[in-house]
Structures are given as C-alpha cells and as structure tokens.
C-alpha cells in the first residue's frame, strides 16, 4: 500500500516512520522537512491512502475530499463533527468501498488487550466498577501553542482516548456521562477534569489531566469475582497489568502480574491493522466516533458550571 502522511508535526513524524517503504511523500504547509505543502502536490495515482495528523477544525473536508478520490484515511483521534457530517462520511467510505479509520492507538497496548481477554473471559466476573486515569505534563506546551489551549483544552483531547477504551473493554453505548469538576489551573483552557457515570453497570469515573508532571496511565476495574489493574503505557513504562481474584467472604486476594519494559508497540500495530482493514474494503470506525462525540457533547453541556 502506498500512502502519504498529511500534517508533519510530532504525531506525522511518527506515522512516516511506521510506514516507512510504504511512504510517499509527506505534506505541511509549514514544516520545512515535509516533501510539499500540499495534497494537491501529489498526484492521485501515486497513493493509495492518507494518513492525516492535522488539527481539527479542516479534518472533516480534507476526509470527504479523499474518499471522493478513491483513498483509504487514516485519521488521527479525535474525529470532531456533529453527527450528520460523521453519517455522511461513513455512508461515503460504504459506497465507494473505502476504509475511514480513526487512529485509538491504545487499543494496541498489550495490557489493554490481556484486560479485555480478562473481562471478556470472565475472569473478573460482572463488571462493577471501572476507573480510568489519563495523565500528561503538557501543561506548558499546550498553553505555548498557537492552536490547543481553547475550546474544552485536555477533556476532548485526552477524554476522547478514555471513552474508546470504555467501549473496546465493555459494551457501554447506554452509559452517558457528565462533567463533575473541570479546572484552569494554568491554562486558558481546562487542564484538568473529572467526569463518569452515575448509575448503570459498570459505572465509570474518568480523570484527564495535563498537570501529571510524570506522564502516567492507570485502569482499575472491579468486578464480582475480582478486579484487574493497568499502571502505565509501554512508551512510559514500566507498565504493569495485575489480576486479583476475590477471597469470599473476604482476604487479601490471589494476585498475578505483568510487567512489560519495552518500547512502545501500538503505531507499529495499528498500521497493520489499517492496512488489513484496507486490503478487506473495510469496514470503517466511524460509528465509535458518533458514540464518542455525543459523549463529548455530553461533557461541554457541562462547562458553563465551570467558568474561566
């Protein structure tokens, strides 16, 4: 498959890397390493797929207008529209047999795949209670940036990565979620904020924050028969995944763990899964878009509580 790399910043660097023969050329307007400035400097016959790494406000355009040229696109989270604008490019990318991917590469982690093997399993029993944890220390640079530290700052940034895990782990397209504390510490936007769910099973309580001077992850989900755990992500690591099973009618549970001191594996591992999804015709996951911007929407229905 031959691809270009749309937007070469930190995130577009990467994915040229990832791609490597695969590569066709890079595109920014501004970054002096890119090949051109832009998509229309690369003829349509020379790739066979976009992967985009731009801000967010020309991501829709940019995906309607290459899957009108017959290319694949790759994404990267999130996929920001109302719910018409995302329906419309899911029914485009059908019709023409086409692969819309928004990149979630954490789903590629391998604690977060032992944990779903886990929960799916049953290992832990019925699920009752998941808290998430999302922490960066990207304060400053987000305040430094010309384009992130606006609109609702870390939630739809870091909470967009916290709602697909919710749904790759469990089957919560019920679940609706609101915004219980959001907090401008240092920025102008918010850099730190509380949001989950308050009934249904299993419940959810969400942390997103960019004032976690360690850059740092944690999972625990507790369930009937026991509980399992994550502490931090390969690119961060150590990370740890650590299964409990419950003690009746109580005690201090069995316990077996994993620790994993490696590189990060997941970019690498989510372009193979893209290019399979390509080389299938699909299908697209645009649907987990819809359910996570109505989520966000959620969230933003709650920022006049909080104001600057």
Not at 170 to 191: H, K, P, T, Y
């Amino acid at each position: 498959m031959r691809v270009i790399v749309v937007g070469y910043g930190t995130q577009g660097r990467k994915r040229a890397l990832v791609a490597g023969s695969d590569l066709v050329a890079t595109v920014d307007p501004v970054a002096p390493a890119a090949s051109v400035q832009s998509v229309d400097d690369v003829p349509t016959s020379t790739y066979d797929a976009a992967l985009l790494c731009i801000p967010d406000e020309p991501k829709v355009g940019l995906i309607e207008r290459l899957l009108e040229a017959g290319k694949h696109v790759l994404v990267e989270k999130p996929l920001f529209a109302d719910g018409a604008a995302l329906e419309r490019l899911a029914a485009l990318a059908e019709r023409k047999s086409l692969v819309c991917y928004t990149a979630y590469n954490h789903r590629f982690e391998p604690h977060f795949m032992r944990l779903k093997q886990a929960i799916d399993a049953g290992r832990i029993g019925a699920p009752y209670a998941v808290r998430f944890y999302y922490g960066n220390g990207t304060a400053r640079d987000v305040r430094d940036s010309a384009w992130r530290d606006r609109g609702g700052g870390v939630v739809p940034d870091l909470a967009s990565h916290l709602f697909d895990t919710a749904l790759y782990l469990f089957d919560c397209r019920d679940a609706s979620f609101e915004l219980w504390s959001a907090q401008r510490f240092e920025n102008r936007a918010f850099d730190h904020a509380v949001f989950g769910t308050a009934k249904g099973r299993p419940t959810f309580e969400m942390t997103v924050s960019l004032l976690s001077w360690r850059n740092h992850f944690t999972a625990d989900v507790y369930g009937e028969q026991g509980s399992a755990h994550i502490s931090s992500l390969c690119k961060w690591g150590p990370s740890t995944f650590t299964l409990r099973n419950r003690v009746l009618p109580s005690g201090r549970p069995d316990e077996d763990s994993v620790t994993l001191v490696q590189a990060d594996p997941t970019w690498t591992a989510e372009y193979a899964h893209f290019k399979a999804l390509c080389a299938a015709g699909g299908p697209s996951n645009i649907d987990n878009d819809i359910w996570i911007q109505a989520r966000l929407d959620e969230l933003s229905a709650g920022f006049v509580r909080f104001p600057a």
